[in-house]
């Protein structure tokens, strides 16, 4: 069956330290992926996008994500989280033979002095 | 507009109430997305438009819940009889033409109370 897991439910950080979050994959041909975060109180923001080409992707406010084909997955990164990274986020996928993007659960991310 | 836009923004309701929630997506996008988004959730994917297109229903989680579109315009989510399970914040998002169909824009969303 098509899913998309995000392994870790919640993630506490320093402020300044580095950040990966794990997003993999089931689907029988390679989807489309993106990376979504949700601020308290705010709607979703696409942070970043992977539809070919480049397997390491650049988005906005600093963050990146690596395509890995053979491990099914597509994590986010960034080398240095600031207090206002303290968000929900979410990986999606969408098929290429299909419509709608489905959704992880989400990692709630938090970060401290 | 500028933005893809929701209302009403909150809406309480007493169970066994029907509810309609509107969208208005970005001018010119073709693609309409409707997902329920319960407490401490992922995002459930309910219903996409796309032009004058059937629309995909396969995540309607019963026949109470229904969605409208008429062309490229705005968007009603109608919910009758809604029971306390209904509650969530439901988002709608919209999509450009062409390739960059798949990349989403969402609305701040409907935060729906069944009491």
């Known amino acids: ?113 | 507009g500028a933005g893809v836009s929701q209302s009403p923004s909150n809406k309480v309701t007493e169970k066994g109430k029907d509810v309609e929630l509107r969208c208005d997506p970005i001018s010119g996008h073709t693609a309409l997305y409707w997902y329920r988004q319960r407490l401490g959730q992922g995002l459930e994917f309910l219903i996409y438009f796309q032009g004058n297109s059937a629309p995909d229903k396969s995540g309607l989680p019963s026949d109470r819940f229904s969605a409208e579109r008429t062309g490229e315009s705005v968007s009603t989510l109608t919910i009758q009889r809604t029971q306390q399970e209904d509650s969530a914040v439901y988002l709608c998002a919209s999509s450009p033409p062409g390739t960059s169909n798949t990349e989403a824009f969402f609305g701040q969303g409907t935060r729906l109370t069944v009491v």
């Open chain 1, 1 to 113: 069956a098509q899913s998309v897991t995000q392994p870790d439910i919640h993630i506490t950080v320093s402020e300044g330290a580095s950040l990966e979050l794990r997003c993999n994959y089931s689907y029988g041909a390679t989807p489309y992926l993106f990376w979504y975060v949700q601020s308290p109180g705010q709607g979703l923001q696409l942070l970043l996008k992977y539809f070919s080409g480049d397997t390491l992707v650049q988005g906005i406010k600093g963050f990146e994500a690596e395509f890995k084909r053979s491990q099914s997955s597509f994590n986010l990164r960034k080398p240095s989280v600031h207090w206002s990274d303290a968000a929900e986020y979410f990986c999606a996928v969408k098929p290429n033979s299909g419509y709608a993007l489905n959704f992880g659960k989400g990692t709630s991310l938090l970060v401290t002095p």
